[in-house]
């Protein structure tokens, strides 16, 4: 059974820069997408990134292009998500998750981490 285990969230201020991981344990992840989402309170996780773990095209979601990357590292076992330029509305709880299905909605992943809290102050 795969584990994903992120690090990395704090407290930032605006124009910042936090460098997030998400380790996988317990099994390959060769053949998923690991995606990132973020969610706030009351509110959906929302798609923000995601890689091919083989290795591959990133997608990112408009919000975040040009200031976050997402990339991996085989060796680690581990992804990570570069934010830049953070904004106050960048503030959430970040989730790696993983899937082998196409679609990448929440509902299709197969793995989650429990999540790191992002804080972009003003």
């Known amino acids: 059974q795969v584990q994903l285990t992120e690090s990395g969230g704090g407290l930032v201020q605006a124009g910042g820069s936090l460098r997030l991981s998400c380790v996988a344990s317990g099994g390959l992840l060769w053949s998923h997408r690991v995606v990132w989402f973020r969610q706030t309170p009351g509110k959906e996780h929302e798609f923000v990134a995601s890689?091919?773990?083989?290795?591959?095209?990133?997608s990112y979601t408009d919000s975040v292009k040009g200031r976050f990357t997402i990339s991996r590292d085989i060796a680690k076992s581990t992804v990570y998500l570069e934010m830049k330029s953070l904004k106050p509305e960048d503030t959430a709880v970040y989730s790696c998750a993983a899937t082998t299905r196409v679609n990448i909605a929440p509902s299709d992943m197969h793995y989650w981490g429990k999540g790191t809290l992002v804080t972009v102050s003003s």
């Open positions: 890689i091919p773990y083989s290795g591959g095209t990133p």
